[in-house]
């Protein structure tokens, strides 16, 4: 039995798809300390510069006293909501969110992934189907395998696709919910919400919206791409992380009240896991509160991206996309961490992204900008990555 995980590691390692742990340091706004050297971390999800920024946590921590630090900076919840694990900081988060996106419910999860992996089993049986983006993240994909629901993927932001498979399936199943990240974890696009918002409403279905990789950043308050595409009000399904652009972990769910209940009763995930911490509610109510006034650091970041992305195409490592996510299509994985290493060398925080992460054939560099880069910092990426594509290519 030992030789079948070691052979398998080994094939792994041999075809240069080993992942391992990498233990990061010192982090100080966009650079942190990697193997003993400080680096230009382009591999964070930190979009808003928050995770890096000691003034805004000091900001934070500032309000902490005799009187609140078990409530409000309390480091374990000890059980789960459903139990002792409930607190007024939970339902005074949920409630912001509910008002400020103008929905009718918000209900909080642990993650991203939990909220994946617990929404769509609870909310669909045998007698339902799921359509999703063949792109979509794999907590999504996880969501899908432990629901009774019968699910299939459409192409890639494809959707004439999308129609043909609602034409075709759409009277044989009592329920059908179309599901889409937003804006897209890897390649960095961008969903056509008016488009998919059509569709659900010409086949009677529901739209289920994963917004992880556009809160904060998109839309005047930062609520994410549907407020910046003006479909808010008609995703019936939206979930939002805090772990990327508001530098915490948890996730929430806006929908009806009635789902919002449903789910209380029947979402595994929910139900059966320890509260978020006190602190980890009190902070992300906070910042998700600072966020909404973030418009100059949602603006800087654009133009950042901007300008790396003609940096990019004026050497030919890249065609088309908008978003602060930007992918250096590479293909061989060998190569893809050949050329990771000789970044690192140049102190550019880079980690190759190879299968199963994306397709086979894909391997890439993901460069992931934040608000708290300079000009100066991305000048010279481009050329750099380039000069070592010419050298190690063949």
């Given at each position: 039995?030992?030789?079948?995980?070691?052979?398998?590691?080994?094939?792994?390692?041999?075809?240069?798809?080993?992942?391992?742990?990498?233990?990061?340091?010192?982090?100080?706004?966009?650079?942190?300390f990697?193997?003993?050297?400080?680096?230009?971390?382009?591999?964070?999800n930190?979009?808003?510069g928050?995770a890096?920024n000691?003034?805004?946590?000091?900001?934070?921590?500032?309000?902490?006293?005799?009187?609140?630090?078990?409530?409000?900076?309390?480091?374990?919840?000890?059980?789960?909501?459903?139990?002792t694990?409930?607190?007024?900081?939970?339902?005074?988060?949920?409630?912001?969110?509910?008002?400020?996106?103008?929905k009718?419910?918000?209900?909080?999860?642990?993650?991203?992934?939990?909220?994946?992996?617990?929404?769509?089993?609870?909310?669909?049986?045998?007698?339902?189907?799921?359509?999703?983006?063949?792109?979509?993240?794999?907590?999504?994909?996880?969501?899908?395998?432990?629901?009774?629901?019968?699910?299939?993927?459409f192409?890639?932001?494809?959707?004439?696709?999308?129609?043909g498979?609602?034409?075709?399936?759409?009277?044989?199943?009592?329920?059908?919910?179309?599901?889409?990240?937003?804006?897209?974890?890897?390649?960095?696009?961008?969903?056509?919400?008016?488009?998919?918002?059509?569709?659900?409403?010409?086949?009677?279905?529901?739209?289920?919206?994963?917004?992880?990789?556009?809160?904060?950043?998109?839309?005047?308050?930062?609520?994410?791409?549907?407020?910046?595409?003006?479909?808010?009000?008609?995703?019936?399904?939206?979930?939002?992380?805090?772990?990327?652009?508001?530098?915490?972990?948890?996730?929430?769910?806006?929908?009806?009240?009635?789902?919002r209940?449903?789910?209380?009763?029947?979402?595994?995930?929910?139900?059966?896991?320890?509260a978020?911490?006190?602190?980890?509610?009190?902070?992300?109510?906070?910042?998700?509160?600072?966020?909404?006034?973030?418009?100059e650091?949602?603006?800087?970041?654009?133009?950042?991206?901007?300008?790396?992305?003609?940096?990019?195409?004026?050497?030919?490592?890249?065609?088309?996309?908008?978003?602060?996510?930007?992918?250096?299509m590479l293909?061989?994985?060998?190569?893809?961490?050949?050329?990771a290493?000789?970044?690192q060398?140049?102190?550019?925080?880079?980690?190759?992204?190879?299968?199963?992460?994306?397709?086979?054939?894909?391997?890439?560099?993901?460069?992931?900008?934040?608000?708290?880069?300079?000009?100066?910092?991305?000048?010279?990426?481009a050329?750099?990555?380039?000069?070592?594509?010419?050298?190690?290519?063949?």
């Amino acid at each position: 039995m030992k030789d079948y995980y070691s052979d398998s590691l080994l094939q792994l390692a041999a075809s240069g798809r080993l992942r391992t742990l990498k233990p990061l340091s010192d982090r100080n706004g966009c650079r942190i300390f990697y193997k003993g050297r400080e680096m230009l971390n382009l591999t964070s999800n930190d979009y808003l510069g928050v995770a890096g920024n000691k003034q805004i946590q000091q900001k934070f921590y500032s309000t902490m006293n005799e009187g609140n630090i078990l409530d409000n900076f309390g480091l374990g919840a000890a059980s789960s909501r459903l139990l002792t694990g409930d607190s007024p900081n939970a339902h005074n988060l949920e409630e912001t969110l509910r008002r400020t996106y103008g929905k009718e419910a918000c209900l909080l999860f642990n993650s991203g992934y939990h909220a994946n992996i617990g929404i769509l089993p609870a909310l669909l049986g045998k007698n339902d189907l799921i359509l999703s983006d063949k792109l979509n993240h794999a907590s999504i994909m996880d969501g899908m395998r432990l629901c009774k629901a019968e699910h299939k993927r459409f192409r890639h932001c494809d959707y004439d696709h999308l129609a043909g498979l609602l034409e075709s399936y759409r009277k044989t199943f009592d329920r059908v919910v179309i599901v889409s990240e937003s804006v897209f974890s890897m390649d960095g696009d961008v969903a056509e919400l008016a488009t998919l918002v059509a569709l659900k409403d010409q086949f009677d279905c529901m739209l289920y919206l994963d917004e992880a990789h556009a809160i904060g950043l998109y839309g005047t308050l930062g609520l994410g791409m549907a407020e910046e595409q003006g479909q808010l009000q008609h995703i019936d399904l939206l979930v939002g992380t805090f772990g990327k652009a508001l530098a915490s972990v948890g996730a929430f769910l806006l929908c009806s009240a009635t789902l919002r209940e449903y789910l209380i009763n029947h979402s595994r995930s929910l139900i059966f896991t320890t509260a978020l911490p006190p602190v980890v509610l009190f902070w992300n109510h906070f910042i998700f509160k600072e966020m909404l006034s973030y418009s100059e650091r949602r603006g800087s970041l654009k133009i950042l991206a901007n300008t790396l992305r003609q940096k990019l195409r004026d050497n030919n490592l890249i065609t088309a996309g908008s978003t602060n996510i930007v992918p250096v299509m590479l293909g061989d994985d060998t190569l893809t961490v050949v050329l990771a290493e000789a970044m690192q060398e140049m102190r550019y925080l880079i980690f190759p992204v190879r299968p199963p992460t994306v397709p086979q054939g894909t391997s890439r560099f993901r460069l992931s900008l934040t608000a708290d880069m300079q000009d100066a910092d991305i000048a010279s990426i481009a050329s750099d990555l380039a000069d070592f594509m010419k050298r190690f290519h063949k």
